[in-house]
């Protein structure tokens, strides 16, 4: 692969196979010449040359099933609304934190499941992973036992995740075993080892007496001061909007497809508008009594980790590896495309993210208990089903990091909406299995239209 | 796949008849033939048979021996290593089957529908909803039905739910993960509603007439001198149906077992139930309190493991299920009904699932609370239970005998974990110890499979 299949896929569902296609037909064919034998290959975007063809070609593309996160962002929309109209608190800017704050445990771990999704394979680990995770870190930092250093011990219990996805990982990718066994019997015996970790029945991190236990508990629990928030987010701003501006400028010169300039104005302009809101909802007061304002460190946190994956897997070799083995397997091998190595990374990954997840699962319940440990793996369920949600398939090769957002959000939106109009949990279960039979419905739905069918 | 869809249903009448064209055409003795049909279906004497299932063993095809071979090893390393070699004691062992009863009947369940290459992740909720339900319909005050519409009641729920399932999966072409993965959010939250919130219960009493019928399913007890009569009936039923079976086939001219072969196994069988039936006669109570009896649930976990044996190894459905499990292209271009036979599977694996929520209510003595078990464990376990037994999850391989073994192996291992007295690490290796047999039983299952050649899972 050249650099120019990467280049082609600033904004599309990447399919390999396809971007060669690409390559080729725009090099040697005339576009205007055979317009239907190109289009039939190309993906529009990529032919539309000004901002009402990209209009156009996007609105052909959802007609032709391949939706993206339209239909999350649609969902989220309804969610929203339907909320809102049964309780006016749901979009209140105290609210709005709240919920993004229970949702971030969905995020993480959707964003680790995606992983696996990608390559066709499940882990059904991830819930406990991240478990062992928040057990690991909120153990070593206590003044009774280890004491190390609060980075230390997310390094560590990073560390410990990533082990345990290698191991699984090997196992699914040299064993050839399949993965949703290895990642039951996994789920299983983490659930175990994670109570030995634990040891006695309780560890907290709750104690503002000890630096660590302080920072870690901040991670979750702790924002940035308004002025502080503006000042990342122009900083935010200003970085993205001269990297895509410079990208596209660099496109252009290279004479290779590029965006119309209007289409990049508005994606920068969007982007700030975007973060302007949501600066803007977070530095409202939102205490009862006191002041807490201010943009919460894990909405940075989940950003980073989201640019970082998106980054790893749209325009990394890696990535498109991880699309090439989930699209067809056999045919990845064949172009020289090493199984068994890019499966076991991506197992590795899904694990360090399910740790991500755990250190902020840590912060988020402050102190973890064996029936915090037995409840977990239902999380695994509800990480798929966010992936799902946001629009990845389970089929392997199709979906992006930020489905897992998008997902956990809408995951996050029906436990807080319906905890907010005094439903109980039960109930909270029949809607999210709605909403997760809905989307997958969606996807069948949608897809049969589309010509290209697995 | 070729070569695995004709490693599994050896004795099928497809089987045979594939075999019956070609010895009308090939000679026998030209080599060729062995290539395509099983070993076991071209033996005529014992010897060549016990060398034909010895091949089939090292081909990787190792049918149950893999998960008996593992329940002797447990049974052996627990009787060692629990206090007072307490393990096989007949009470514990009585015990273990009651406690495993969910899991056999769960994982036969889940058999059916693995078969077909798809998964079902709901059983466990609808299992736990059958059995409210049933609890439910035999309270007085309350409905007040008899026991067995209540017990008919909640099969069908269950069976509808299955169904429901099985169509969305079958028509939609959604795939059987996430809508089952839905269904188990679904019935778990309708679960708790219908048991009327996080801390409602129904108990059925061991008293009232009605009730206790359900109630000792699982507790009660058959009196010994029944219990050697039904143990006489069931060989009875079992020898002669084995004995005709085999002599008709000869009379035909068909394939058949040697006659010593189906003497064999007709002792088999025989002794396996005197051995089951000496050990639940035992006084296992003090003297002073009698305690001793075949318990129901045993006769019950056969009726099942019976009627879904035939019901996969001897009518066209279950032929369909092997098949479309082994290649749903080639089945429905052979003119199987695709659709209708998943969305079949699919409800009867609900309503056998319902049972085996009935039985675990029972087993708990007729107790059922949102704590009595968790639907989420109760589905891993009863997957777990179906692939250690030997259930391929790709389809088209497995019989409703591997669940029953898997289920009662897990059920053994978790209980003689109990009986360690291991303190603070109890409930850690409960967990810990049939997740570390679930990898081991499929990573041996790949490694023999892998000197085989013959299947390759990706």
Not at chain 1, 223 to 241: C, D, E, F, N, T
Not at chain 2, 261 to 272: D, G
Not at chain 2, 344 to 373: K, Q
Request: charged share 10%.
């Amino acid at each position: 692969m050249s650099d120019l299949p990467m280049a082609a896929n600033s904004g599309q569902a990447p399919g390999g196979p396809a971007d060669t296609a690409t390559a080729d037909t725009g090099l040697a064919v005339d576009l205007t010449a055979a317009p239907e034998a190109a289009e039939a290959d190309v993906p529009p975007e990529l032919l539309a040359q000004s901002l009402g063809g990209y209009v156009r070609a996007w609105w052909q593309r959802i007609r032709g099933g391949d939706s993206g996160v339209l239909p999350v962002v649609m969902a989220i929309v309804v969610v929203a609304i339907s909320f809102e109209i049964t309780n006016s608190k749901f979009l209140s800017p105290q609210n709005l934190v709240n919920l993004f704050e229970q949702s971030t445990v969905y995020m993480v771990l959707a964003m680790a499941e995606i992983f696996a999704l990608l390559l066709g394979e499940i882990d059904l680990s991830v819930g406990l992973v991240m478990v062992l995770g928040s057990v690991v870190v909120a153990e070593l930092v206590q003044p009774s036992g280890p004491n190390w250093p609060w980075w230390a011990a997310i390094i560590a219990a990073l560390l410990a995740c990533s082990a345990v996805g290698a191991i699984q990982g090997i196992l699914v990718a040299r064993l050839k075993m399949p993965s949703f066994i290895v990642t039951l019997g996994g789920l299983l015996i983490l659930e175990g080892v994670g109570i030995i970790v634990l040891g006695g029945t309780l560890v907290g991190i709750g104690n503002s007496r000890f630096t660590n236990e302080v920072v870690l508990y901040d991670i979750f629990w702790g924002q940035l001061g308004p002025v502080a928030s503006w000042i990342l987010l122009a900083v935010i701003i200003a970085a993205a909007g001269t990297g895509t501006w410079l990208r596209d400028v660099r496109r252009r010169r290279h004479g290779l497809d590029a965006p119309p300039r209007s289409l990049t104005a508005m994606k920068i302009v969007l982007m700030a508008v975007a973060g302007v809101a949501v600066v803007v909802i977070c530095n409202v007061n939102r205490a009862h009594f006191g002041t807490i304002e201010g943009v919460p460190y894990i909405i940075v946190i989940v950003l980073v980790v989201l640019a970082a994956w998106t980054v790893l897997l749209q325009r990394t070799r890696f990535g498109r590896y991880v699309y090439a083995i989930g699209g067809n397997p056999e045919a990845a091998r064949r172009a020289g495309v090493s199984l068994p190595s890019v499966r076991t990374w991506g197992f590795i990954l899904a694990a360090m993210t399910s740790g991500i997840a755990g250190v902020l699962f840590a912060s988020w319940q402050v102190s973890l208990t064996t029936n915090i440990i037995k409840t977990a793996s239902s999380y695994v369920l509800l990480a798929v089903a966010a992936a799902v949600i946001g629009g990845t398939s389970l089929f392997g090769g199709r979906g992006k990091t930020i489905h897992g957002v998008l997902g956990g959000l809408v995951i996050g939106g029906i436990y807080n909406g319906l905890y907010l109009i005094g439903v109980s949990s039960q109930w909270i279960d029949v809607v999210v299995a709605a909403v997760l039979l809905a989307a997958a419905i969606i996807d069948v739905i949608s897809r049969r239209g589309a010509p290209r069918q697995t | 796949m070729t070569a695995d869809s004709a490693g599994t249903p050896t004795e099928t009448p497809e089987g045979a008849a594939d075999y019956k064209d070609l010895t009308a055409s090939v000679d026998l003795t030209a080599t060729p033939v062995a290539a395509d049909v099983p070993p076991e279906i071209i033996a005529q004497s014992f010897g060549q048979y016990l060398r034909a299932w010895w091949s089939s063993i090292r081909g990787g095809n190792s049918g149950v021996l893999t998960v008996v071979l593992a329940m002797v090893l447990v049974a052996i390393v627990f009787e060692i290593i629990t206090p007072e070699h307490a393990f096989l004691r007949p009470s514990n062992l009585v015990y273990i089957f009651g406690l495993s009863t969910v899991y056999m009947v769960l994982a036969v369940a889940e058999t059916a529908v693995l078969l077909l290459g798809e998964i079902d992740l709901s059983v466990g909720a609808v299992a736990m909803i059958g059995g409210v339900i049933a609890f439910k319909l035999v309270q007085q005050p309350g409905p007040g039905w008899p026991w067995w519409l209540a017990l008919l009641a909640a099969l069908v729920c269950c069976g509808v739910i299955g169904a429901l399932q099985g169509l969305l999966t079958a028509r939609l072409k959604i795939p059987s993960f996430v809508v089952t993965l839905a269904g188990f959010l679904l019935f778990s939250g309708i679960l708790v509603v219908i048991l009327g919130g996080a801390d409602g219960t129904v108990s059925v009493s061991s008293t009232a007439p009605n009730q206790r019928v359900i109630y000792d399913m699982v507790q009660g007890l058959i009196v010994p001198a029944v219990s050697w009569a039904g143990l006489a009936a069931v060989v009875l039923v079992a020898g002669a149906t084995l004995w005709l079976r085999a002599a008709a086939r000869r009379r035909h001219g068909l394939t058949a077992p040697p006659v010593s072969l189906t003497v064999i196994r007709i002792l088999l069988v025989a002794l396996v139930g005197v051995a089951v039936v000496l050990i639940c006669t035992m006084n296992r109570g003090t003297p002073l309190v009698t305690v001793e009896g075949v318990p129901w649930v045993i006769p019950i976990v056969l009726v099942v493991l019976g009627v879904w044996t035939v019901g996969l190894q001897r009518t066209r459905f279950g032929r369909y299920i092997y098949a479309i499990g082994g290649n749903p292209e080639a089945a429905r271009r052979a003119g199987v009904s695709l659709t209708a036979v998943r969305t079949w599977a699919f409800a009867l694996c609900g309503a056998t699932a319902g049972l085996g929520g009935i039985l675990l209510g029972s087993f708990f003595f007729g107790e059922y609370s949102t704590n009595t078990a968790d639907p989420g464990q109760l589905v891993l376990y009863a997957v777990a239970a179906a692939v250690i037994g030997g259930v391929s999850l790709f389809g088209g391989r497995g019989k409703a005998l591997h669940g029953v073994l898997g289920g009662l192996l897990i059920g053994g291992i978790a209980y003689g974990v109990s009986l360690l007295n291991l303190g603070e690490l109890a409930t850690p290796l409960e967990y810990i110890v049939p997740g570390g047999v679930l990898i081991g039983a499929v990573l041996v299952d790949v490694l023999s499979r892998r000197g085989s050649g013959s299947v390759n899972r990706v």
